[in-house]
């Protein structure tokens, strides 16, 4: 990569941002796509978020990508939202317009979706179960209810976390049905046994000995699993889903997707989901 006076700068604000992939799959987007652009990780600590982000315009970037712990800070500093970011009000994705506006997306919704698409599913119609009310799960939740799922479950350690999400989503849908659940085995158990699609967006399976309140047990062949975790590649979930042959994936294509999205957002360049999702699972070593 050659970094010009022509070139383009966008990025990633987070703190941290050193465990991020975005640079690797970006850069290497950008390079086959020939485009004069460079991603590169900005550590903005949460104080500082404010005239970071007012600098975007003076400093000439295209945008930058938010990742924790800034994605709700962050709507606070921006111009305008879109619709799906006004609806999550969460930001991934800030594009700098006409040099100066900073408007706000989402791009964990749509990449989510596209996720399920790789593997021939839609959300329309189905019975989704869903672990965690955080940022995450918003995105999962209102494309869910965006794309005309039947049922959305919620549940979170946070009890009042998964309540807010439920009525916020009856609030601004009238289907589908919605209502959140106590973390207890057996109402876990016959939402469970009525899902078609379990979502984990909770950081479970990240690390060793992480204690399920699903039971693997009840996982069953009309369900698909789709964990947001890549890290690693198969949570014991996944591992679970895989022995009993019920579909499943994990958090990867999303990852990619969600960056493709970006990507097209900053260049107007078709996204390159694709490319970025063979480049994170050579990384991974998933091939
Ligand atoms: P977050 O905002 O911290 O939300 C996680 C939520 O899950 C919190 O409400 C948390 O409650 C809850 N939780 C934690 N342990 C739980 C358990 N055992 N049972 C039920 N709920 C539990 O994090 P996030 O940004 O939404 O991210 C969640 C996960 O998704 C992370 O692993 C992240 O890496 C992954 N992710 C993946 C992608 C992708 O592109 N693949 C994108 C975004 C996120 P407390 O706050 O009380 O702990």
């Known amino acids: 990569m050659t970094i010009a ?3 383009r700068v966008v990025g990633l604000f987070g703190y941290p941002v050193a465990h991020s992939f975005s640079p690797l799959m970006h850069n290497r987007a950008f390079a086959e796509a020939g485009l004069d652009y460079v991603y590169v990780p900005f550590p903005v600590p949460p104080a500082r978020l404010g005239a970071a982000v007012a600098a975007l ?3 000439g970037l295209a945008g930058v990508n938010v990742t924790i712990p800034h994605k709700q800070a962050v709507l606070a500093h921006l111009d305008d939202l879109s619709r799906t970011a006004e609806l999550i009000g969460a930001v ?4 700098v317009t006409d040099g100066k506006r ?23 119609g189905q019975r989704v179960l869903l672990l965690g009310a955080g940022g995450a799960a918003r995105a999962v939740a209102f494309q ?3 794309d005309g799922c039947d049922e959305i479950v919620l549940c979170d350690v946070e009890p009042a976390r998964a309540a807010a999400l439920a009525e916020e989503i009856a609030r601004h849908f009238t289907a589908p049905r ?14 469970l046994t009525a899902a078609t699609l379990l979502v984990n967006a909770t950081p479970l399976g ?25 890290n690693p590649l198969e949570t014991p979930l996944l591992a679970a889903a895989r022995r009993r042959a019920i579909r499943h994936c994990n958090g990867l294509a999303m990852l990619a997707l969600q960056g493709a999205e970006s990507f097209a957002i900053w260049t107007g360049a078709a996204p390159p989901g694709e490319l970025m999702l063979t480049t994170l699972e050579a990384h991974f070593g998933a091939r």
Do not use: S
Request: glycine share 10%; hydrophobic share 50%.
């Open 102 to 124: 900073l408007i706000g997306h989402n791009t964990d919704a749509p990449g989510f979706a596209a996720a399920l698409g790789r593997h021939g599913m839609v959300l329309a």
């Open 144 to 146: 869910a209810a965006l």
């Open 5 to 7: 006076g022509t070139t």
């Open 206 to 230: 990240m690390h060793a000995g992480d204690d399920y309140p699903v039971d693997f047990a009840g996982l069953h062949e009309r369900l698909f699993v789709f964990d947001l975790v890549y």
């Open 178 to 191: 919605v209502c959140a659940i106590p973390l207890v085995a057996d109402v876990l158990g016959q939402a």
């Open 57 to 59: 315009p003076a400093l």
């Open 92 to 95: 991934n994705t800030i594009e």
